[in-house]
């Protein structure tokens, strides 16, 4: 098991009984020392806030601090996935189905690594996409990378969806 798989396997349970999913960790080095990258999401799918992300510091500092994977001094740095968010998990893509997405392949398909195209569903574990130059299936396995691309119709349905958000804590403060 590498660092990384390590990390995921220590922390990923306490995020998910705090209600988070963590969507990626990565072991970046920096020109100074290591940085551990931790991206999550509240499972609620409301957006992260800056409480979000201090609580979560403070979880894996104490987590890692007891299990001790990285052996050298680290900056830890917990983020959001943003819009432009990448999709690390089959359930990210039965999530996103219907938005377009940039995705890259380990080995070609249809002589191709890279691609962009709307996710149109998932088959066990081969993605659906209508890409730009017609249907292709891609295993989730030999995705290298993928992640949503920022569009008109995702920016008007997160702007839809932050903004019921709003409504809804207003009408709980007046109720409260």
Known sequence: MDIVERIIKTIEPSLESMGYRLVQ???????????????????????????????????VSALLDVDDPITTAYDLEVMSPGLDRPLTKLADFVRYTGYEIKCETLIPVENRKRFKGIIKGLKGEIISLAADTGDVELGFGNLRSAKLAVTESLVADTLRKQKKEEEAREAAEKEG
């Open 25 to 59: 960790v990565k072991l970046a080095e920096g020109s100074r020392r290591k940085a551990l990258l931790i991206m999550a999401e509240r499972a609620d799918d409301v957006f992260m806030s800056f409480d979000d992300c201090t609580a979560i510091s403070q979880t």
